[in-house]
């Protein structure tokens, strides 16, 4: 199958990160570019035709929001992701109110970039089948591609390794008891050397706060001596 | 600060108003008092110098007619034949119509030299200021007619800028006739007024000058608040810029690990991963402390089990200080849960729980317990660490204080604290040096 490459454009003043952004987003089968300054931005939208723009809020001196607004602005139908490290709200309030769809607390993984561009170039295409990645079980649905958790308002929370082998084995025994050992099977596969029982509490305890603290409708149960189960909140 | 100097600028505005209407009143009252006093020397002088011409005239007619300081001098020489009058008032009548009627006479003859009344009197004003113009008339009041009058402008061209009118009159009734001799003045008195002005001057600028200083000081002030502020901006602008590489490192370290297949590296990059990332939320503890919280609403609040809360806090904390055996006792029951925003009430524990292990030897032991009350809920958290002194304890809350200079941000109690306001609670601490500290968090009772 021949799809197209997602044409992402990158803006963002550090050219450290900016780059490794763009050699990543390369490495994962996206169409990259990478800009460093707001400077050309427009007609650079015009000739590469991006599929979604991703933009740091403060490039340089500038306020990203306003630009941002005016790219939006002259280009209705291109979704605009920020990432910032301005992590407070009003100017995550800002951001979405100039148009933009999503907003990413600097430092992210990779992962959780690339989870962010599928879902938006997804959503902006009509078609409004699933994607074979997305495994969705009541309301939530589970990145498997990029190992990302999607809530049913949109927010897209990163998953570590462990937190996603734990949470994508409830998901696929939803409203089944899953055991122990098969929960740190999952994790940790035959390398039984690195089980840790300390550690697998940890990791459970964070799914379940995962599951519960994000009005999910769903929760973790613990069924003594049998294992964990994922199911609707009672 | 732009409209505090509009004030500012209005109190001024209206102290130095207050202070030219004060000046103006007293240069008033002061010019009233002066006029009045000079017209009493007038009155005088005018009554002197009559006395004097009088006596001129009469030495023409060889009668020796004295004035009342000369008689003195007299009496010693000659023998005059005294009159006694008992009563004062009856002695100066008793003169005065003496006095009236040889002018009378000596006007009657032509011999009264208004001319002579004129020079005296200007000669004896002119001590005191100095006489513009001057006008005797002498009046024949029954027959209505005006018989001399002496005119002079002395200075017409010279201006005076305070120039007064006086008027002196002497009425001089004899059986038939009755006269009115009038004099009038104009003094100029530029010495009097320029003293005044010269006062008012220098009052005026001593008090520009006083104004200037102060805004001289206020622009100080403002100059070194703008100073402190950049600073603070700065401060803060380094602080953001820390939170760049570390973006870029977490990027790396976990594309690296998304890579890796080996168990081993893949759980050291995760680790590695997650330092950075408690370091940028340090960080960006650090830049939020700046700003006061605002009270938490209670929608925002969640229901927070507490016992996992700090086995979570006590994972990281393992984490964190790798060389030390921490000895944790976790006395929360398992369903105690608390109001609280998650985030920040974990952030507000795991300061205290942090300092508890971090000033301490390397076997610490970190108590924790929490009672619900019918008011509020404690949290105790003691250690067995090394404790502080009165001194320290009074400064542990403030910001930027610590007194580890080399490990201490300063901001951790601080805004632990700020966390415990917020949520209408609050933070205090008992410790003995050596022996170890408790601090107690004390929260309302929200189940209520």
């Known amino acids: ?234 | 600060m732009k409209k505090n100097f509009v004030y500012i600028l209005l109190v001024v505005i209206i102290a130095f108003a207050a202070l030219l209407i004060s000046q103006g009143l007293w240069m008033r009252y002061a010019v009233d008092k002066n006029i009045k006093d000079m017209n009493e020397s007038f009155q005088e002088c005018f009554k002197k110098t009559i006395s004097e011409t009088l006596a001129y005239s009469m030495s023409k007619y060889n009668i020796e007619y004295v004035t009342d300081e000369e008689y003195d001098e007299v009496k010693k020489k000659e023998n005059p034949v005294e009159v006694n009058i008992k009563k004062d008032s009856e002695k100066t009548l008793a003169s005065i119509k003496i006095e009236n009627a040889l002018i009378a006479l000596s006007i009657r003859e032509d011999s009264f030299k208004f001319s002579k009344l004129d020079t005296l009197l200007t000669n004896q004003l002119n001590r005191d200021g100095r006489v513009v113009s001057s006008c005797i008339t002498l009046e024949d009041i029954s027959g209505n007619k005006i018989l001399k009058e002496i005119r002079h402008d002395n200075n017409a061209k010279s201006t005076s800028l305070y120039v007064n009118t006086y008027i002196a009159e002497r009425k001089i009734d004899v059986s038939s006739q009755s006269y009115l001799i009038k004099a009038e003045y104009k003094i100029g008195q530029s010495g009097y007024l320029q003293k005044l002005g010269i006062v008012a001057i220098v009052s005026i600028i001593a008090s520009i000058v006083i104004v200037l200083v102060l805004f001289f000081l206020l622009l100080m002030i403002n100059r070194r608040c703008d100073e402190i502020s950049n600073m603070e901006r700065s401060f803060h602008g380094a602080i953001h810029d820390l939170k760049s590489p570390l973006a870029y490192a977490y990027f790396q370290l976990l594309s690296l690990e998304e890579r890796e297949t080996d168990m081993a590296p893949k759980a050291s990059l995760s680790i590695a991963a997650d330092r950075v990332l408690f370091l940028t939320n340090k960080i960006m503890r650090l830049l939020k402390s700046a700003h006061n919280f605002r009270k938490i609403e209670k929608t925002d609040k969640k229901e927070v089990p507490l016992y996992e809360m700090m086995e979570q806090v006590v994972v990281e904390m393992r984490i964190m200080f790798p060389n030390k055996e921490i000895n944790f006792i976790n006395n929360i029951a398992a369903d105690f849960t608390i109001r609280a925003l998650p985030d920040l009430m974990e952030a507000c524990l795991r300061i205290i729980v942090e300092n508890a292990i971090k000033y301490n030897n390397d076997n610490p032991t970190v108590e924790i317990s929490a009672i619900r009350s019918q008011d509020d809920i404690k949290i105790t958290i003691s250690d067995n660490g090394t404790g502080m002194t009165g001194q320290q304890m009074k400064n542990i809350f403030k910001p930027y204080y610590s007194s580890d200079k080399v490990n201490g941000s300063g901001i951790g109690l601080y805004y632990a604290q700020s966390i415990a306001k917020a949520h209408g609670g609050r933070i205090t601490a008992t410790s003995a040096v050596g022996k170890g500290s408790t601090f107690l968090v004390t929260l309302p009772n929200s189940s209520i």
């Open chain 1, 1 to 234: 199958m021949n799809t197209p490459k997602i044409k992402v454009l990158l803006v963002d003043d550090d050219v450290l990160l900016g780059n490794s952004i763009v050699e990543e987003l390369n490495k994962r089968g996206y169409e990259a570019t990478y800009m460093s300054t707001i400077y050309g931005v427009s007609d650079a939208i015009k000739q590469l035709l991006p599929d979604i723009l991703v933009f740091d809020v403060e490039i340089g001196r500038e306020n990203g929001i306003k630009i941002a607004e005016d790219l939006f602005k002259r280009n209705p139908s291109l979704p605009i992701i920020f990432i910032s490290s301005h992590h407070e709200d009003e100017t995550k309030e800002a951001g979405l109110l100039a148009g933009g769809v999503a907003y990413i607390d600097k430092p992210f993984s990779p992962k959780l970039l690339s989870a962010h561009i599928d879902r938006f170039t997804r959503m902006k295409k009509p078609t409004s089948e699933r994607p074979e990645h997305i495994i969705a079980t009541e309301n939530i649905q589970l990145d498997t591609r990029n190992r990302t958790f999607i809530l049913s308002d949109g927010t897209i929370i990163d998953l570590r390794p462990m937190e996603y082998a734990i949470l994508k084995k409830l998901i696929d025994h939803f409203d089944e008891i899953v055991t122990r050992e098969e929960i740190y099977r999952a994790v940790w596969g035959k390398d039984v050397a690195y089980y840790n029982e300390q550690s697998l509490n940890n990791y459970i305890r964070r799914v379940r706060l995962l599951v519960e603290d994000n009005d999910t409708g769903m929760a973790l149960s613990m069924h003594r001596n049998l294992g964990y189960k994922l199911g609707r909140k009672q």
